[in-house]
C-alpha cells in the first residue's frame, strides 16, 4: 500500500478514563491499609504468615503511587501521516512503533470480540494495544502479521480512512 499523496495528519491519544479502572487499582493498596490499620488498632496480627503493619502501609503506599503514575500518564497514541502509522503506549517510554506505508497490506476499522485491555497478542487479531471500547484500526503487514491498535474515536478515524487512506491507495 502506498500512502504517500495526503497532507492531513490523524492522531488520537487515548487515556484511562474509566471510574472501574481506578476502582480495581486502588483495591490492591486499600487491602493492604486494611490489613494495616486492622493489626495497628487491634493490636493482633492477621494470619499466621503475616506481614508488620509498617510493611503492609510501605507496600500500600507503593502500589498506591505506582497505579497513580500509571493510571495519569499511561497513554496510548496512534498516528496515521503519510510516511505510515505511529502507534504504541507513551508510557514510560514516549517512542511509538512505527510502520511504513510499504510494509501494509491492508488497514481497515473493525468491531473486534473480545474485551480485555492493554497489550496482548490475540490468535485472531495480532499484537493488541488496547484502552477502552470495542472498535480498532487492524493493519496486516506484507509479512502475515497484523496490530490492531483500539480507538475511541471510530467516526473521525473511519472518516480519516476514507477521505484520504482508502482514495490514496494506488
Not at 99 to 121: M, P
Request: aromatic share 18%; glycine share 8%.
Amino acid at each position: 500500500m502506498t500512502c504517500t499523496n495526503f497532507k492531513a495528519e490523524y492522531t488520537e491519544i487515548q487515556k484511562l478514563q474509566s471510574w472501574w479502572h481506578w476502582i480495581l487499582g486502588l483495591a490492591v493498596p486499600a487491602l493492604f491499609f486494611f490489613i494495616g490499620f486492622v493489626q495497628w488498632i487491634c493490636k493482633t496480627t492477621i494470619g499466621d504468615h503475616t506481614l508488620s503493619t509498617a510493611w503492609c502501609f510501605a507496600i500500600g503506599s507503593f502500589v498506591l503511587c505506582g497505579v497513580i503514575l500509571l493510571f495519569k500518564h499511561l497513554t496510548l497514541s496512534i498516528k496515521i501521516t503519510n510516511a505510515g502509522v505511529f502507534y504504541g503506549f507513551n508510557f514510560p517510554d514516549k517512542a511509538l512503533n512505527f510502520t511504513a506505508w510499504d510494509r501494509i497490506v491492508s488497514i481497515k476499522l473493525i468491531t473486534y470480540q473480545f474485551w480485555s485491555y492493554g497489550y496482548h497478542i490475540s490468535k485472531r487479531y495480532g499484537l493488541v494495544y488496547n484502552l477502552n471500547g470495542r472498535y480498532g484500526l487492524q493493519i496486516t503487514l506484507n509479512s502475515g502479521d497484523k496490530v490492531l491498535i483500539g480507538t475511541q474515536n471510530k467516526n473521525a478515524l473511519n472518516t480519516f480512512l476514507k477521505t484520504y487512506v482508502y482514495d490514496a491507495q494506488v
